[in-house]
């Protein structure tokens, strides 16, 4: 089989190394849609997104035309690499602002899936966005086309705090989307970043406590982490602002999980609580758990048995590519089976489930001095060992990091 060095270029037609298709029935298969535009960018975010001014807002009305062009291209790649067909588990539309889109480019991206690959009947089928970008009217076009669940990027409920990130959104409007979103009946989340240069804890519990009282189904909290090349990268490096210690950040986690649970949420990933199983974000437990994905859209990663491709980023070079009849796939690499060993302690080493031990030893991973050591320090919960799974502790979910590293050896 041939093997591909990191990053080596992706062929022009797109076609996938024989590994794509082994156990392929195995897996399920989910779809992400990056959308790379916004109104404005976040000094903290290093995502692939561009403001009206970066690019001009034609790439913007044409956007799902070129983008359904790559699902269609995408099923006779799948179909001629020999990957067995089958329908879409979740679909998620990610950003970028989504919803800047018209709600109806967005269905009209949906309904290209339905007809290319189908989607299942219960699949959760989400949509990310900005709280200022989405009113009932157009979250009702997206319910009754079958979209599931939103996800808002709500971030802080704190003005000093929403400065400091750059984030333009009217925070009253969190409320608004978020009960638009439940009127429609439509599944909500909201995101929440914690960490933030000035905040205290003071402003981390008002955050909570605002987000609590939106009754969503589902909450994600994040620290703010300092991308490199990012406005606020600069603004750290010039000692403008200055990041909170790590110390504040770990207590700021210990009152998230302490509210969160006291109001009803379940952890069930290090960084996401959910009211419900129902309600968990069924898309990203598919990345947890290493399933197939094709992404779409520019800079968009895919991944199909271990192989991952990542599109070309600028707007206007995947808009080129894709009316040239070609791939938009850049690179590629082909991860071995040693390495998905290791992604796979690493991701799902962070799910509330757990992690089977007997795989783990059978990979060689987590000696049992390790396994004992890791229970005296009180990382990991020594009754789910003796039922033969490693679960982290509260405390291990601070130190999952360390965990994963001790367990790999
Ligand atoms: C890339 S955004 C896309 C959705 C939407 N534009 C928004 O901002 O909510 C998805 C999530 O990633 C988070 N994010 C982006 N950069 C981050 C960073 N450097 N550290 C932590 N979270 C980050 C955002 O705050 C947001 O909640
Ligand atoms: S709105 Fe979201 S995607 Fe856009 S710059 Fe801000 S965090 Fe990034």
């Known amino acids: 089989m041939a093997q591909f060095p990191k990053g080596e270029l992706a062929p022009s037609d797109g076609l996938l190394p024989e590994q794509a298709k082994l156990n392929a029935e195995q897996r399920t298969f989910h779809a992400y849609i990056h959308v790379p535009f916004c109104k404005a960018r976040c000094g903290y975010c290093d995502f692939n997104t561009y403001t009206a001014q970066e690019i001009g807002s034609s790439s913007q009305s044409s956007f799902a035309r070129d983008l359904v062009s ?61 709280p200022d970008s989405v009113d009932e009217v157009y979250l009702l076009k997206l319910k009754e086309a079958g979209f599931t669940r939103v996800s808002i990027g709500m971030q802080s409920a704190v003005t000093k705090v ?17 009960q638009a979103a439940k009127t429609v009946g439509l599944f909500t989340s909201v995101d929440l970043i914690y960490g933030t240069p000035t905040e205290t ?163 060689g991973f987590g000696t049992q001095e390790v396994i004992s050591n890791l229970i005296a320090s009180e990382v990991i919960d020594g009754g789910a060992v003796f039922q033969g799974v490693v679960k982290l502790t509260k405390k291990g979910r601070l130190l999952a990091d360390y965990v994963v590293r001790e367990l790999l050896g």
């Open 70 to 130: 790559e699902i269609d291209l995408s099923r006779q790649v799948l179909e001629d690499s020999g990957v067995v067909g089958r329908s879409l588990s979740t679909v998620f539309f990610g950003g970028g602002t989504p919803t800047l889109l018209p709600a109806e480019d967005l269905i009209e991206m949906l309904q290209k899936l339905r007809s290319v690959f189908g989607v299942e009947a219960d699949a959760d089928i989400t949509t990310e966005a900005n």
């Open 162 to 178: 929403l400065a400091v990130l750059e984030r333009t959104h009217n925070p009253d409007n969190v409320a608004r989307s978020v």
């Open 201 to 363: 804890i003071e402003d981390w519990v008002e955050t909570l406590q605002q987000a609590i009282s939106l009754d969503t189904d589902h909450i994600s909290a994040y620290s703010l982490i300092v991308e490199p090349g990012t406005k606020l990268a600069r603004q750290i490096k010039v000692g403008e602002v200055e990041m909170p210690d790590e110390d504040l950040h770990a207590q700021m986690y210990e009152v998230a999980d302490e509210l969160l649970t006291k109001a009803g949420f379940v952890n069930y990933e290090v960084s996401n609580w959910s009211r419900s199983v129902e309600t968990r974000s069924k898309h990203n437990v598919a990345y947890w758990k290493s399933m197939d994905w094709w992404g779409f859209g520019p800079g968009a990663h895919s991944h199909i048995g271990g192989v991952r491709w990542w599109n070309v980023k600028n707007p206007a070079a995947y808009t080129d590519r894709l009316r040239a009849s070609l791939s938009p796939a850049l690179e590629r690499e082909l991860v071995d089976q040693a390495n998905q060993d290791i992604e796979r302690v690493m991701l799902e080493t962070r799910l509330a489930e757990g992690i089977d031990l007997a795989w783990l030893k059978s990979k």
